[in-house]
Nanobody, 121 residues
Framework: QVRLVESGGGLVQAGGSLRLSCVASGRTFSNMAWFRQAPGKEREFVARSWMSGNTYYADSLKGRFTISRDNAENTLYLQMNSLEPEDTAVYYC?????????????????WGQGTQVTVSS
């Protein structure tokens, strides 16, 4: 059974940092990503990481967020720095076998339950 389990969310003041983790079990994935969804908004792409090491970020988040993965541990990370209130959302880990360049949520087959990140001003 495939499972993606996120952790690391919480409440942080603006300017602070958080590190999210996503542990995958049941299989390995060539393509893992982070998405986020704020209240009343659509789920949006944050960043993705291929097993080869290739990474890609949403333009608006470059420089503040860093995605990484430990293939041996089947774990995906998201380091978030200089957090802003606008970063408040539920952050989801997603995975697929496809190495598509798509950033659409519908192109990712497997999802975690999400972890809440709240940034106070």
């Amino acid at each position: 059974q495939v499972r993606l389990v996120e952790s690391g969310g919480g409440l942080v003041q603006a300017g602070g940092s958080l590190r999210l983790s996503c542990v995958a079990s049941g299989r390995t994935f060539s393509n893992m990503a982070w998405f986020r969804q704020a209240p009343g908004k659509e789920r949006e792409f944050v960043a993705r990481s291929w097993m080869s090491g290739n990474t890609y970020y949403a333009d608006s988040l470059k420089g503040r967020f860093t995605i990484s993965r430990d293939n041996a541990e089947n774990t995906l990370y998201l380091q978030m720095n200089s957090l802003e209130p606008e970063d408040t959302a539920v952050y989801y880990c997603a995975a697929t076998s496809s190495l598509s360049l798509s950033v659409r949520a519908t192109d990712y087959r497997y999802w975690g339950q999400g972890t809440q990140v709240t940034v106070s001003s």
